[in-house]
């Protein structure tokens, strides 16, 4: 049972990429799913979650107008779009499923996520 992040890679400042979430033995559907980002050096902090079926979703600050998470149920995968990106988005990307709540709140707790599965290396440099 997990998450797999993939599609990373290198691109230049102000390129785009875009992350795919696929699920493995669960459900997808039944789940919000987060998306998290740990920077060398620093804490793994979440950045963006979507609900399970209504179309909630949250960002925090520093992705909000870049970035954009969306899923397709039926092919039990989740995305991260991500544009405009800067250097200081570089990082290991990882998705998770929240166990508690199937729709986002204005926060991301993450000892409500589980399910992590190996993450994806973005870097940005020119």
């Known amino acids: 049972v997990q998450l797999q992040a993939s599609g990373g890679g290198l691109v230049q400042p102000g390129g785009s990429l875009r992350l795919s979430c696929a699920a493995s033995?669960?459900?997808?559907?039944?789940?919000?799913i987060g998306w998290f980002r740990q920077a060398p050096g620093k804490e793994r902090e979440g950045i963006a979650c979507?609900?399970?079926?209504?179309?909630?979703?949250y960002y925090t600050d520093s992705v909000r107008g870049r970035f954009t998470v969306s899923r397709n149920n039926a092919e039990s995968t989740a995305y991260l779009q991500m544009n405009s990106l800067k250097p200081e988005d570089t990082a290991v990307y990882y998705c998770a499923a929240n166990l508690m709540r199937s729709r986002c709140i204005a926060s991301i707790i993450q000892h409500e996520y589980a399910y992590w599965g190996q993450g994806t290396q973005v870097t940005v440099s020119s």
């Open positions: 033995g669960f459900t997808l559907g039944d789940y919000a």
């Open positions: 979507i609900g399970s079926t209504d179309g909630s979703t």
